[in-house]
């Protein structure tokens, strides 16, 4: 199998998302590939335990990708081996009339996970840089102050938004909570034929929407507004990562790799040390439970 580079998905510089790849052949089975993500989502799941323990960090992991990318069985399938209670997953969808009530990144805010936590945002805060563009009247709903028209919607209103964006991950990234971004690249092609799948196999149908071929055919202006937000918003503390998204296999073996290798880093999360009166008195406690039987 192929070495997995996880530098190779990091934005670190200003990228084309045309020039990037949405195939990632890592050079084995699907069988392979699965036993493998089997193994690390197992690991995976050791350190959310002893971030539980350690009770310092959170972690944010944030996936953004057009309909079809294969965002929900990435979930599933990447942190199928976590404690239930250390995972916390949102999946936002279009804003509720109380959210409306609040500024677009109040309903993000309050779904960040604890400390100890894993939290999993399906869609994220970035939704306010990408669907809102490519439909800007939606905008509208928000009913903010000098904002009467789709006309008021200028370039110094998106980069505001963006600022904005930067500023609340720089917030939260210094008050203890890990973020990784990723967005899952997956070409129109597969698209296409994910769409298909959906129509031809009937326990598949109710995932179709009408809508998923109207949005299809905004493919182009989609590409410009995740291209320019992750080029403006990849910093070193809250990074983008592009993966390859057309083989579902390889792209939750990629993200599971990085997540378990850049978490690695934190050395200092470990389970902490008992007291020294309680570890000078542990074959005290055991006799004393061992008597019981």
């Given at each position: ?32 590939l ?69 500024d ?30 490519v ?36 917030h ?51 590409q ?27 792209s ?5 790799s990085?997540?378990?290798?850049s978490?690695k ?22 006799s004393?439970?061992e008597?019981?039987?």
């Amino acid at each position: 199998m192929k070495k997995i580079d996880i530098a190779a998905y990091k934005i670190v510089s200003e990228i084309k998302l045309a020039d990037l790849n949405t195939l990632e052949n890592l050079e084995s089975t699907e069988k392979k590939l699965k036993k493998k993500l089997e193994k690390l989502r197992e690991d995976l799941g050791d350190f959310q335990n002893k971030l539980y323990a350690h009770g310092k960090y959170a972690v944010l992991i944030c996936f953004q990708g057009m309909d079809t990318s294969g965002k929900d069985s990435l979930i599933r399938e990447v942190f199928k081996d976590c404690n239930v209670r250390g995972v916390v997953v949102h999946s936002f969808k279009v804003p509720t009339e109380l959210e409306l009530d609040h500024d677009y990144i109040w309903r993000h805010y309050i779904a960040l996970p604890p400390k100890g936590k894993f939290g999993v945002f399906n869609r994220t805060h970035y939704e306010n840089v990408l669907v809102t563009k490519v439909h800007p009247e939606y905008i509208l709903n928000e009913n903010i102050p000098n904002i009467n028209s789709v006309a008021d919607i200028d370039k110094s209103f998106w980069d505001k938004r963006y600022k904005q964006i930067i500023d609340f991950e720089r917030h939260i990234t210094e008050n203890g909570t890990l973020v990784f971004k990723f967005f899952l690249n997956i070409s129109k092609e597969e698209q296409r034929q994910r769409l298909l799948r959906r129509l031809r196999l009937q326990d598949k149908n109710w995932k179709f929407s009408p809508g998923d071929l109207k949005e299809r055919n905004l493919w182009d202006n989609y590409q410009n507004c995740y291209e320019e937000a992750i080029n403006r918003t990849s910093k070193t503390n809250a990074p983008w990562f592009v993966i390859p998204a057309d083989d579902k296999n390889a792209s939750r073996l990629i993200v599971a790799s990085i997540l378990l290798e850049s978490l690695k880093k934190y050395k200092d999360i470990k389970e902490p040390e008992l007291d020294d009166k309680i570890k000078a008195n542990i074959e005290t406690y055991k006799s004393q439970l061992e008597k019981e039987e």
